[in-house]
Nanobody
Framework: HVQLVESGGGSVQAGGSLRLSCAAS????????MMWFRQAPGKEREGVAA???????TYADAVKGRFTVSRDNAKNTLYLQMNSLTSEDTAMYYC??????????????????????WGQGTQVTVS
């Protein structure tokens, strides 16, 4: 049974930082692409960061230089360090892992088209 459980969300002032975690179970995360998406009210879910199973990371332009994705394969956990947060970062953040073993889908791909398992989300509010 595949499960992704996010934690670490909360409320923070603009300029602050948060670290999100995603604990994976039911599969070996190191063999899969793992990603972070977010969805703000009234907007489409969008890709934020991706971590390939061989170590390469990619970021959406909106978060490049401020967010860092990392993984601890021993703990089967994905992280998202978010710095210099702005109100534009307010959203529900979702962890995702590809159903298949292979390359990450493009971050710009519509979330409805990516073949991933989803977590339940964690809310980030920046004021």
């Amino acid at each position: 049974h595949v499960q992704l459980v996010e934690s670490g969300g909360g409320s923070v002032q603009a300029g602050g930082s948060l670290r999100l975690s995603c604990a994976a179970s039911g599969f070996v995360s190191e063999r899969r692409c793992m990603m972070w998406f977010r969805q703000a009210p009234g907007k489409e879910r969008e890709g934020v960061a991706a971590s390939e199973n061989y170590g390469r990371t990619t970021y959406a332009d909106a978060v490049k230089g401020r967010f860092t994705v990392s993984r601890d394969n021993a703990k089967n956990t994905l992280y998202l360090q978010m710095n210099s947060l702005t109100s534009e970062d307010t959203a529900m953040y979702y962890c995702a892992a590809t159903v298949y073993i292979g390359a990450c889908p493009a971050l710009a791909s519509p979330a409805s088209t990516v073949d991933v398992y989803w977590g339940q989300g964690t809310q980030v509010t920046v004021s």
